[in-house]
């Protein structure tokens, strides 16, 4: 039985949204992506990835009513 993953590596998080790890580093930064600090680690939970993800969904959704 495979152990659920509790937080992704920058790297990690790039991969599962198919985007350069910079692109992270600047949603991070931007204040899109929460981040947890394990001493000098910085990881993203599974959830603040969700939320960024629905978040996006529905900026997108807003933004095709307001074009309709």
Known sequence: ???PQ????IPEAARALRV???TIY???NDGLLDTVQVRS???IR????DRFLLL???QQNE???KFA
Do not use: F
Not at 46 to 49: K, N
């Open 63 to 65: 933004r095709a009513v």
């Open 6 to 9: 509790l937080a992704l590596t």
């Open 1 to 3: 039985m495979e152990t």
């Open 46 to 49: 599974p959830a603040d990835l």
């Open 20 to 22: 350069s790890r910079s």
């Open 56 to 58: 996006q969904q529905r």
């Open 26 to 28: 600047r949603l991070i």
């Open 41 to 43: 680690n910085t990881r």
